[in-house]
């Protein structure tokens, strides 16, 4: 029972982390690249939490937000090869 808690509350903290995290890096000369790596890889992560959670609300908001964030690391990472060609 508490586990799936847990897990749930996980999967909606990787997203307040992620969220952290691009108010912290962002200015002229932040890291993009560290950037999208540390989105990614936060993402993946919420959305594995939310789905091992099993439960129905978890798992709804916690894959849309975290799906919401890994779309736009996605756009960051498409912005970055757009600007470097």
């Not at 996980?10 to 992620?18: C, F, P």
């Not at 959670?53 to 690391?73: C, D, P, Q, R, Y």
């Not at 996605?74 to 757009?82: M, R």
Request: net charge positive; proline share 1%; charged share 5%.
């Amino acid at each position: 029972m508490y586990k799936k808690a847990i897990l749930g509350v996980l999967s909606i903290l990787t997203v307040i982390l992620n969220i952290i995290f691009f108010f912290s890096i962002r200015g002229p000369n932040a890291n993009l690249t560290l950037g999208i790596c540390v989105f990614t890889v936060l993402s993946v992560l919420g959305i594995i939490f939310a789905i091992a959670s099993k439960k129905l609300w978890f798992i709804v908001s916690g894959v849309l937000l975290n799906s919401a964030v890994l779309v736009l690391s996605y756009f960051l990472l498409i912005a970055i090869g757009i600007s470097e060609s």
